[in-house]
């Protein structure tokens, strides 16, 4: 079974910083979704990455994979309160199943 | 509006009742899934269909029963439940396995 483990779980910072949520995952894959929650809602999907090196960007969020290393990275710059809520990456595998991350917990600070 | 559609949003129910989840989407897909979403835990994906035949069981225990009657509409039917099976339980669709999908609001589910 594939796992997929992201860090950090909480993550708290301050209107203005930078910051990177990691996403790792143990066997090959090469298609990574990001997915944004916020507090009774839905899924929403941000972000689709399908190759090794796709980088992919929407406002202050910058999504990237790297296959042979077997990580995603969601990077957040120059937070703002918006963008405060649970950020889920997943991962497809070979049998076209989907498996989550537990998540991160973003809470930007004024 | 999500396009997936969840009802009830909120469900409580003693250990011996009988209830159902409805999930209705409304953009075309062919892949309906479920999904238990537990506290500090990662989704758990439950079942999967795919133009209305069931391709996945995640070794799901019998007193969860998917139905689905066509490609728009999907069912959870519950009976005896536990307390460890209370969890946000969301639907999502998508074009075909393995393609971006979209989630519906959920549904609280507590067991009494």
């Known amino acids: 079974e594939l796992k997929v483990e992201q860090n950090p779980l909480f993550l708290s910072m301050q209107e203005g910083k930078n910051y990177t949520i990691y996403c790792n995952y143990s066997?090959?894959?090469?298609?990574l979704y990001w997915y944004r929650q916020d507090p009774g809602k839905s899924l929403e999907s941000l972000f689709v990455?399908?190759?090794?090196?796709a980088v992919k960007q929407e406002g202050r969020l910058m999504a990237s994979l790297d296959t042979k290393a077997r990580l995603s990275t969601l990077h957040i710059t120059a937070a703002v309160h918006d963008l405060s809520a649970t950020y889920f990456c997943?991962?497809?595998?070979?049998?076209?199943?989907?498996?989550f991350g537990t998540g991160t917990s973003l809470t930007v600070i004024p | 509006e999500t396009g997936v559609t969840q009802t009830p949003r909120h469900l409580v129910m003693g250990m011996t009742n009988k209830k159902s989840l409805k999930c209705e989407q409304h953009?075309?897909?062919?892949?309906m899934y479920w999904y238990k979403q537990s506290a500090k835990k990662p989704l758990e994906l439950m079942f999967v269909?795919?133009?209305?035949?069931?391709?996945e069981n995640n070794s799901v225990p019998s007193r969860f029963s998917p139905e689905c009657p066509n490609s728009s509409h999907l069912f959870l039917h519950l009976h005896t439940l536990q307390p460890e099976d209370s969890a946000l339980y969301l639907c999502?669709?998508?074009?075909?396995?393995?393609?971006?999908?979209?989630f519906g609001d959920g549904t609280r589910l507590s067991i009494l």
């Open positions: 997943a991962v497809l595998d070979t049998g076209n199943q989907f498996y």
């Open positions: 269909y795919n133009f209305k035949e069931q391709t």
């Open positions: 066997t090959t894959s090469d298609r």
């Open positions: 953009l075309g897909h062919n892949a």
């Open positions: 999502a669709s998508s074009r075909g396995p393995g393609q971006p999908q979209h």
């Open positions: 990455l399908l190759s090794n090196g």
